[in-house]
């Protein structure tokens, strides 16, 4: 059962839409379960001032999109990079064992976002040399 933050969230997302001509963009997909989240954040002065999301998925697919976006919006870029899917499942109340693959999903939206980012401004080498070696220790069968 859904909690009422991820049904809140579900029917009321926060954030929905693309942003024109984004700073960073991240793209995940589950071939899985099928969802497909799209992550869009401008950045001024090293802070994210706006994000939106496109999520074709289920509930528990949106409302972790919306959650995340409500997490990092304001934040640095090395706080939105802290954000992990168990302080998104927590900030929803929780997310049944079957639906915590979404709120990975989510994380790795805006990783992905975030890395788009900063390889276009070429800023925080080391934080992309830090995704890079993330992305190498995550198991292939992360989302499930």
């Not at 304001?74 to 693959?101: F, R, W, Y």
């Amino acid at each position: 059962m859904y909690s009422e933050k991820v049904m809140d969230h579900f029917y009321n997302p926060r954030n929905v839409g693309s942003i024109e001509n984004p700073d960073g963009y991240g793209k995940i997909g589950n071939p899985t379960c099928g969802d497909l989240m799209e992550l869009f954040i401008k950045v001024d002065d090293d802070v994210i001032t706006d994000i939106k999301f496109r999520t074709f998925g289920c509930g528990a697919a949106i409302a972790t999109s919306s959650m995340v976006t409500e997490l990092v919006k304001g934040k640095t870029i090395c706080e939105a990079l802290e954000v992990t899917n168990k302080q998104v499942a927590k900030a929803l109340d929780g997310l049944p064992s079957e639906k915590m693959h979404c709120s990975v999903l989510g994380e790795e939206a805006l990783e992905a976002a975030i890395y788009d980012y900063l390889t276009k401004t070429g800023t925080h080498r080391e934080l992309v040399e830090a995704i890079d070696e993330h992305r190498k220790k995550r198991p292939a069968d992360d989302h499930h």
